[in-house]
């Protein structure tokens, strides 16, 4: 290949070989075209004014976020907007004084008291929905926070909060964050060791865990995961003194699991004795730490991304209401998990704080079926719906018509977020999800970085498959290449995404390793380490991606997730994007094969729509729409046909266990797979047809 490049007559090929450097990538994709927000969306928008990003630019930065702040109930304002005193340690609204439990629940009682905060749907088709009001919210917060302070916890102590998709997880995090105490919680299908390994880094001393949980049908036994938790926990010489138990149904315990005396107290008991109370919130200072969201890494211990409570809340206040669009009289439906972060800043505290009514779903979507999302939507009349791409290509997969036989179910407003979404799933989640009548935003950002980052805002910009838009308002995103410069706007080059500035949102550190904060985020751009002025600490994300000519960026995914292909560097959610288009396909994972001569080259896996069987002729047609869409270059050497992608609890496709085997590795743990099984088939169709597929 790399021959054919240096033989192209006009020699651009060889030039742009030799210039190439870590970041620079080539790109092959076609623009794709714009879709209009509809007009009864921008009829109703909570924002239309375009003029903000002239409020919102560099001269007017940090003052311009009062803009944000505002949208909060302060006990007192900050003297100091911004903090830059200890790069990259940023503190935002200093001075101020606030409670985040006061601001997403008390201050509405006075208009929404007996709206529902939330609506539960239970997995079992069979059990009724529960709406709970800002009221109901109000005195189990209360009560539950009472418990907190006979427990002795107190402002600053972290608690462990190892939960499933009920409502008791977001009543006891208001409960912590009333009393400024932070919270962590662990996402409930993560094991008990790796609740332990959170327990352990973030010093909690209570476990606050659930008996039970129903998941695909079944009635799983969480409280056996805690005693795991706190043997591991001992073990790593660190003990926890309380394991608070919810019950799924209160006074019927679901699990095995023993209680043990002295340490496992039942939640529903210990609320017995607090009916009624009433706990003031704390005023915390704005820069406290609100919460801790770890992040595993694929090496060495997960990472406690530390998020603070005024600047925080105002970044996902904001933007809950101005790119989520949610009004009160809205009904939100956001099926991320609690556990992640999405979570946390969109179901939790961005919709309450603007007063939202939120569903709450316990268990996955294509439970009992691939219709209950629709179900649940018609049902409830959920009008803003907010997913990832691997739930819309589940869905898309499992019954292509969607919701077209429920003609009740009518989103304004749809959110993509967590992967890059390929044109193609775009285009349907558009036209069949939201039968061309909802505005869809892709939403970009981070764990770190607490809220969205790029987006379009969607009563004011086109959308564009595929494309997650411009930066918000106040964030100054660019892309650099490995050497800091940056890469111009329409130059077809990809490169490391950065934000060149602090936002109010961002991650205040990595918990207890504040070097490890610095080497990941900042080292790589750092112009000068003894810089007290953040524009010389750019923000590198370790996300590759693209700036079109409009503005709009696109994100090719993690820069780990690039292969690099006798010098070209081609993006795996781009080639995944190709093979996409192929009708028989439903999923597309491709990873990188080791290469004696070009370095990398691609592997695909793929599963295929109902109704398909696998054959030559499809392996071909993949083949022949990667050399068509992106270039020759890309030529995958293999195509598999799998009966399915190994996915993580959370529905990440694991393209490294993929590439694991392609590489005829061992694919490591695989255990905590949704579908562990999966592996082994997908092992010994690699491995038996080492020739087989493209080559
Ligand atoms: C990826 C989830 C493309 C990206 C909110 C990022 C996306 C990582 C998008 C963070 C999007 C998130 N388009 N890629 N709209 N949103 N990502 O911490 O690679 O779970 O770095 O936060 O997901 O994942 P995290």
Redesign the pocket.
Known sequence: MAEEIRRNPDGAEEVAEAEVTEASVAVHWSEEEYYPPPMQFIAQANFTDPSIYDRFREEHFPECFKEYADLLDWYQYWHTTLDTSNPPFWKWFVGGQINACYNCVDRHLAQHRSKAAFIFVPEPEDEPHVAMTYQELYVRVNEVAAVLQELGLETGDRVTIHMPMVLELPITMLACARLGIIHSVVFAGFSGQACADRIVDSGSRVLVTMDGYYRNGKMLDHKVKADEAVEAAAQAGHPVERVLVWRRYPRQYQSQAPMVEGRDLFMDELLQRHRGARVEPVKMPAEAPLFLMY?SGTTGKPKGHQHSTGGYLAYTAWTSKMIQDIHPEDVYWCMADIG???GHSYIVYGPLAVAATSVIYEGVPTYPDAGRPWRIAEELGVNIFHTSPTAIRMLRKADPDGPKNHPNVQFKHMT??????EPEVWRWYYHVVGKGKAVIV???????TGGFL??TIPAIHNMKPGS?GPALPGIYAAIFDDEGNEIPAGSGRAGNIVIRNPWPGITQGIWGDPERFIQTYYARYNRDPNSKDWRDWPYF???AATLAADGYFR?L??VDDVINVAGHRLGT?ELESAVLTVEEVAEAAVVPRVDELKGRVPDVYVSLKPGYTPSPEIQQKIVAAVEEIISKIARPRHVYIVPDLPKTRSGKIMRRVLAAISNGQDPGDVTTLANPEVVDTIRRMVQGEELAGAS
């Open positions: 992040t992640w972060i999405t993509t977020v967590g992967e890059p979404i892709d939403t970009w950002w981070q764990t770190e790029c987006t997650a994300a370790g996300d994100i995914g993690r959610k």
